[in-house]
């Protein structure tokens, strides 16, 4: 028999410990290619492995475990969420993620959840994952949450305040994020991640763990010659990277 791959992605060392320890009891057969303590590891071992089955805290830093599923689940593999809050554990399971596990996990709810996902590896009939887990963002983000319409960025020796209806991406660099426009690049001090929580998600696409760029202004993606993947955008001359964790997004366009 095949066997199954899996990856654990937890941030808290003990439950991570503890999860790692009942999967062997509960899924003796089942292979963990990769244990994560963050999300940015997490998005790697997922591209390395491409696991059958992830489970995934849904809050780690770096890169939170939605982001982690999407990329999962555009590769195919199936999902399970690890949560210590009740709303984000109902809401996950009514929304059609495979399935979810409170904090602190038992053995018993982990096996129910083990004998679900081997019967949905034995159908394969799950579709439409990625959509779902898309679906399951939007209603996670709390209500009435303040979207980012103005950046206050450094060009040069002056301030500019940027309208963000003006910005093309933003690319992480040491300290820094570039905040690059049709006119003008600029520098900010706010982290990506935190840019990313401002970020309407319909305008503007992760693409890279240092790369967010505004969807409407790509205008392909495509292979370089060392096999990487990168993106163009309408009327620019650079190539931005796009990590194969983010693919799922361009597939269909």
């Not at 066997?3 to 808290?12: C, F, G, I, K, S």
């Not at 103005?150 to 933003?170: C, H, K, N, P, Q």
């Amino acid at each position: 028999m095949r066997r199954v791959t899996a990856m654990l992605a937890e941030d808290e060392a003990p439950q991570r410990e503890a999860l790692r320890a009942m999967l062997a009891l509960a899924w003796p057969e089942l292979e963990l290619v990769a244990v994560c303590e963050d999300g940015p590891s997490a998005l790697e071992a997922a591209d390395a492995h491409r696991p059958a089955v992830a489970f995934l805290d849904i809050r780690m830093p770096g890169v939170s475990g939605l982001d982690v599923a999407k990329a999962v689940a555009g590769q195919g593999g199936l999902v399970v969420f690890t949560t210590a809050y009740d709303d984000y554990a109902i809401r996950a399971f009514e929304t059609g993620a495979v399935d979810y596990l409170l904090k602190p996990v038992t053995p018993d709810r982990l096996g129910t959840a083990v004998r679900r996902l081997r019967e949905r590896l034995a159908d394969r009939a799950d579709t439409g994952l990625a959509a779902r887990i898309e679906a399951l963002e939007q209603r996670l983000r709390p209500e009435g949450e303040r979207r980012i319409r103005w950046i206050s960025a450094s060009v040069g020796d002056t301030v500019r305040m940027l309208g963000v209806d003006e910005v093309l991406y933003f690319q992480a660099q040491d300290k820094y994020v570039k905040v690059v426009t049709a006119a003008e690049e600029a520098i900010i001090r706010t982290p990506l991640k935190d840019l990313l929580a401002g970020l309407d998600p319909e305008e503007f696409w992760q693409v890279h763990r240092g790369v967010v760029v505004r969807v409407s202004a790509i205008d392909r993606v495509r292979r370089d010659e060392l096999g990487k993947t990168r993106l163009s955008l309408r009327g620019r001359s650079e190539r931005l990277p796009v990590s194969a964790a983010f693919l799922h997004r361009f597939r269909g366009m």
